[in-house]
C-alpha cells in the first residue's frame, strides 16, 4: 500500500481509504447496506490487513449507527494505527439546531460522534456540506476549537464548492484559525466536473483530495451495460440516484472502454477506474465501500494496477469533457503564462482539442 501526504499537513494516509455507509442500513442508508458488527468487522480486518490506515464514516451515515459500529469495532488496541475521518452538517435530530455549521451544532456533533466511537480524538473531522446560512468565521472558529481542545487533529470539507474552499482559507489565513487540509470531492471517469475548480484549488492551495464514490455508485464496475436494466442488488436496482447522469451514451462509452482495458489486462473494469483515479493529478486517496469481502479484495487491488500511458490515453479521451469558459479563453489567450494549477485542467486541450 502506497502512503501519501495529506495536504500540507504531516499525516500520511493510504492511497485507499475505506469508506462504511454499507454499516448500519437505517432510513436512507438501507438502499446502499445494511451491515452488522460481525460482517463489518470482517471487512475493516480485510482492509486494514491490507495497509489501509484510514476509515471515512460521516454521523448521517445510519443516523450514528455506522459511528457505533465502528466504536464497537475500533475498541481497544485495534484503533492503534487506525485513522478516523468522520463529518457533520445533516440532520441528527428534529430540532431547528440538530443541523448545520453552527458552533452549536458542530461542537455537539463532535461530542457525540466521539461518544459513539468510544475514542478520545477523531483524525480527520470534516463539514458534510456548505451551509449558506451560518458565517464561515463561526464554522471555523468552532472547528479551531475542536481541534485546540484535543478532540479533533485535522479538519476537512466536502461538497464544497471553489468560492466556498477560498472563502474558508481565507478566513483561517485572516483570524489565524486551523485551516482545512483536505477535501472530500465525488470525481470519477463519467464525472470530471471536480477538474474546472476543485483539483486545481487542490494543487495551488496544498488541499489532499479524498475521493468519495469513485465507481459513481457502481455504475463504472463493469455490472452495468448499455441497454440493460440494472442488476439486481445494485444501488440502482434500488432506486439510488446519484451521480445524476446527463449523457447516457458518453457513460457506456466509458463502461465499454473500461471493459476493454480490463479484458486486455486480466483484471476488473472497477479496478481501472480506480487505478485512472490514483493517478490523477491532486488525488491523494480514493474511498472504496461494498457489502462483501470480494468486492474489497478486488477494489484493494487497484493500488497496485498501473496503466500504461495507451490504456490512460483512451481512458481520457472517451470521458474528455467540453472545455467551459473561461478556460477555452484562457486556452486559446493566456496559453502562455499557465500555472501548474492551471494546466491540471487546460494542458490536454492545449492541441485545440
Known amino acids: 500500500m502506497e502512503y501519501r501526504q495529506l495536504g500540507r499537513s504531516g499525516l500520511k494516509v493510504s492511497a485507499i481509504t475505506m469508506g462504511t455507509m454499507t454499516f448500519g442500513g437505517v432510513g436512507w442508508a438501507k438502499t446502499v447496506g445494511d451491515l452488522g458488527v460481525a460482517d463489518a468487522r470482517r471487512l475493516v480486518d480485510l482492509c486494514v490487513d491490507a495497509g489501509v490506515n484510514l476509515i471515512d464514516t460521516a454521523d448521517a451515515y445510519s443516523q450514528g449507527v455506522c459511528e457505533e459500529i465502528l466504536g464497537e469495532i475500533l475498541g481497544g488496541p485495534r484503533r492503534s494505527g487506525v485513522l478516523i475521518a468522520t463529518k457533520a452538517r445533516f440532520p441528527m435530530g428534529d430540532g431547528p439546531n440538530d443541523r448545520g455549521l453552527s458552533r452549536q451544532h458542530l461542537i455537539a456533533a463532535c461530542e457525540a460522534s466521539l461518544k459513539r ?105 463493469g455490472k452495468h451495460r448499455r441497454d440493460q436494466g440494472a442488476p439486481e442488488g445494485t444501488r440502482q436496482f434500488a432506486g439510488w440516484t446519484e451521480p445524476p447522469i446527463r449523457d447516457e451514451n458518453r457513460l457506456w462509452s466509458i463502461v465499454e472502454t473500461l471493459v476493454a482495458i480490463a479484458g486486455e489486462r486480466g483484471v476488473s473494469a472497477a479496478q481501472v477506474a480506480l487505478a485512472w483515479l490514483l493517478r490523477r493529478k491532486g488525488v491523494t486517496s480514493v474511498i472504496i465501500g461494498g457489502r462483501t469481502e470480494a468486492q474489497f479484495k478486488d477494489n484493494l487491488a487497484a493500488a497496485e494496477l498501473k496503466l500504461s500511458d495507451e490504456e490512460r490515453r483512451r481512458l481520457d479521451q472517451v470521458s474528455q469533457p467540453w472545455l467551459q469558459y473561461p478556460y477555452w479563453h484562457q486556452r486559446n489567450t493566456a496559453n502562455d503564462r499557465l500555472g501548474e494549477a492551471d494546466l491540471s485542467l487546460i494542458a490536454p486541450y492545449l492541441n485545440g482539442a
Open 117 to 221: 466511537m468510544k475514542t478520545d480524538v477523531i483524525d480527520l473531522y470534516q463539514v458534510h456540506e456548505w451551509d449558506g446560512l451560518t458565517p464561515l468565521e463561526e464554522t471555523m472558529e468552532a472547528l479551531d476549537t475542536l481541534v485546540r481542545q484535543g478532540k479533533v487533529r485535522y479538519i476537512g470539507c466536502s461538497n464544497f464548492s471553489g468560492w466556498h474552499i477560498m472563502k474558508a482559507l481565507g478566513v483561517s489565513e485572516r483570524d489565524r484559525l486551523q485551516r482545512f487540509v483536505s477535501q472530500q470531492i465525488h470525481y470519477t471517469l463519467e464525472s470530471r466536473d471536480a477538474e474546472n475548480e476543485l483539483v486545481p484549488i487542490s494543487i495551488d492551495q496544498g488541499l489532499g483530495i479524498l475521493v468519495w464514490s469513485p465507481l459513481a455508485g457502481g455504475l463504472l464496475s
